[in-house]
């Protein structure tokens, strides 16, 4: 788990294991699980009273017969999407013993990625149970309240895939055996209808449609059961800008997400490399920055060599996502720009390379996701052997990797996919020989 060296994060072996498992492994998990506090007590005896509990900083909550009353968003004039002041005090609410104090002392963050804040710091006690607070509509079918980041980037939205992943782990407790069933309803905190390239994710998780606040607008609605999951972009969140201690490398938790979402949506696995015929997939950009203009040139280059199959490989809007991970499950060597195309490496087998061609001085965004696979990491090392091109004017003089176009030295370039091969090499004969022992 952590064969280097912590670079002065850690004093001993021992807690470099301990922080990286609490920062990017189950460890992770634990720690909303052990500081669950409830803030909506429910009554004793009294199985139609309410219970809300939450993590410190509300960033996970969960419990039954919630009531949220979203009659505002019939005559709202703005569509929800990042917002905050989407419910109002007393829009939501539950029948129970109500802790304001403990509310108020987990509302600091209010940013609407980092955490349940802005919704939940509206909660008021009821009167009587949901039955008799003239509910318009009554949810019996578990739902899980998701605030999504931006469904374009495949970076951005696996975030949030992960951490509704890392959520229902969270959620799984003795008396909730069913954590992982798929007859639920998810409900995307937002008016826009959910679009996206990568919707057939939620495919692992539920069985229903996706469904937005338009379902419910206008109307006072109350959940028998309910989860608000963890959220993409929370301080000191996993996934998004997570501080990694240095040295250590596969986390479980992100190797469990990966098995997870091939074996859900039906993606067949390698079991082992061929070394014969090491698959190589080179990601070619269609934006207009960060394209390599000799990417023909470099991949004749590796064709060169028999023992590679090399495949140059588009993907867009219009590629279907479980194709692309039939594509990235068949791959054992990845190439690619920085850019989040690189996200795919999630679902690489686990003997595969990483080669982020440059990083474009953004050196840890794909090399942490890298190692937190538990995959070798490549990237480029000698910035004489690459050209910048078509530099956009205004940032020549400043930060302008992130946009450029790039010329590739073809040696150096062959030098670095050889590494990878001997990586590849090295970890097939390991599995053939644990192979054949079983």
Request: proline residues 4%; contains cysteine; charged residues 25%.
């Given at each position: 788990?952590?064969?280097?060296?912590?670079?002065?994060?850690?004093?001993?072996?021992?807690?470099?294991?301990?922080?990286?498992?609490?920062?990017?492994d189950?460890?992770?998990?634990?720690?909303?699980?052990?500081?669950?506090?409830?803030?909506c007590?429910?009554?004793?005896?009294?199985?139609?009273?309410?219970?809300?509990?939450c993590?410190?900083n509300?960033?996970?909550?969960?419990?039954?017969?919630?009531?949220?009353?979203?009659?505002?968003?019939?005559?709202?004039?703005?569509?929800?999407?990042?917002?905050?002041?989407?419910?109002?005090?007393?829009q939501?609410?539950?029948?129970?013993k109500f802790?304001?104090?403990?509310?108020?002392?987990?509302?600091?963050?209010?940013?609407?990625?980092?955490?349940?804040?802005?919704?939940?710091?509206?909660?008021?006690?009821?009167?009587q149970?949901?039955?008799?607070?003239?509910?318009?509509?009554?949810?019996?079918?578990?739902?899980?309240i998701?605030?999504?980041?931006?469904?374009?980037?495949?970076y951005?939205h696996?975030?949030?895939?992960?951490?509704?992943?890392?959520?229902?782990?969270?959620?799984?407790?003795?008396?909730n055996?069913d954590?992982?069933?798929?007859?639920n309803?998810i409900?995307?905190?937002r008016?826009?209808p959910?679009r996206?390239?990568?919707?057939?994710?939620?495919?692992?998780?539920?069985?229903n449609?996706?469904?937005?606040?338009?379902?419910y607008?206008g109307?006072?609605?109350?959940?028998?059961?309910?989860?608000?999951?963890?959220?993409?972009?929370?301080?000191?969140?996993?996934?998004?800008?997570?501080?990694?201690?240095?040295?250590?490398?596969?986390?479980?938790?992100?190797?469990?997400?990966?098995k997870?979402i091939?074996?859900?949506?039906?993606i067949?696995?390698?079991r082992?490399?061929?070394?014969?015929?090491?698959?190589?997939t080179?990601?070619s950009?269609?934006?207009?920055?960060?394209?390599?203009?000799?990417?023909?040139?470099l991949l004749?280059?590796?064709?060169k060599?028999?023992?590679?199959?090399?495949?140059?490989v588009?993907?867009?809007?219009?590629?279907?996502f479980?194709?692309q991970?039939?594509?990235?499950?068949?791959?054992?060597?990845?190439?690619?720009?920085?850019?989040?195309?690189?996200?795919?490496?999630?679902?690489?087998p686990?003997?595969?390379?990483?080669?982020?061609?440059?990083?474009?001085?953004?050196?840890?965004?794909?090399?942490?996701?890298?190692?937190?696979r538990?995959?070798?990491y490549?990237?480029?090392?000698?910035?004489?052997?690459?050209k910048?091109?078509?530099?956009?004017?205004?940032?020549?003089?400043?930060?302008?990797?992130?946009?450029?176009?790039?010329?590739?030295?073809?040696?150096?370039?062959?030098?670095?996919?050889n590494?990878g091969?001997?990586h590849?090499?090295?970890?097939?004969?390991?599995?053939?020989?644990?192979?054949d022992?079983?």
């Amino acid at each position: 788990m952590c064969p280097g060296d912590s670079r002065g994060w850690s004093k001993t072996k021992d807690e470099q294991i301990a922080i990286f498992y609490n920062q990017s492994d189950f460890g992770y998990v634990r720690n909303f699980r052990n500081s669950m506090k409830t803030i909506c007590l429910p009554f004793p005896n009294d199985t139609e009273s309410s219970l809300l509990e939450c993590s410190e900083n509300l960033n996970f909550c969960r419990g039954r017969n919630l009531m949220i009353d979203f009659s505002d968003l019939k005559t709202r004039k703005s569509p929800v999407m990042y917002d905050t002041d989407v419910l109002k005090e007393g829009q939501i609410g539950g029948y129970c013993k109500f802790d304001k104090t403990l509310l108020e002392n987990n509302s600091d963050y209010l940013g609407s990625l980092q955490s349940w804040a802005p919704e939940i710091r509206n909660f008021v006690p009821l009167t009587q149970p949901i039955r008799f607070s003239q509910c318009d509509q009554i949810i019996s079918q578990p739902t899980i309240i998701m605030k999504i980041d931006a469904t374009v980037n495949m970076y951005h939205h696996f975030c949030d895939f992960f951490n509704l992943y890392a959520s229902l782990h969270v959620n799984a407790t003795t008396d909730n055996v069913d954590t992982f069933g798929k007859n639920n309803n998810i409900l995307i905190w937002r008016t826009y209808p959910y679009r996206s390239n990568f919707e057939a994710t939620f495919r692992a998780f539920t069985k229903n449609p996706i469904i937005d606040l338009n379902n419910y607008a206008g109307k006072r609605v109350c959940f028998e059961n309910f989860v608000f999951p963890l959220l993409p972009r929370m301080i000191f969140g996993l996934f998004y800008n997570t501080p990694l201690i240095w040295g250590c490398k596969n986390s479980g938790l992100f190797h469990a997400f990966s098995k997870f979402i091939l074996h859900r949506l039906r993606i067949d696995t390698k079991r082992l490399p061929d070394t014969k015929k090491i698959k190589i997939t080179f990601l070619s950009r269609q934006t207009s920055y960060r394209n390599v203009l000799n990417e023909n040139i470099l991949l004749d280059e590796l064709r060169k060599n028999p023992e590679l199959v090399v495949k140059k490989v588009q993907f867009s809007h219009k590629t279907d996502f479980l194709n692309q991970l039939e594509v990235i499950q068949d791959t054992d060597i990845l190439i690619g720009m920085h850019g989040a195309g690189l996200t795919h490496l999630l679902f690489l087998p686990d003997w595969a390379v990483v080669f982020e061609l440059y990083h474009c001085e953004d050196p840890n965004c794909y090399s942490d996701l890298a190692r937190q696979r538990g995959l070798k990491y490549l990237t480029w090392r000698d910035n004489t052997k690459l050209k910048y091109q078509d530099v956009k004017p205004d940032l020549e003089s400043s930060y302008f990797q992130k946009h450029a176009n790039y010329i590739f030295e073809s040696a150096e370039f062959v030098n670095i996919v050889n590494e990878g091969v001997l990586h590849v090499k090295k970890l097939a004969k390991e599995l053939n020989h644990a192979h054949d022992e079983l």
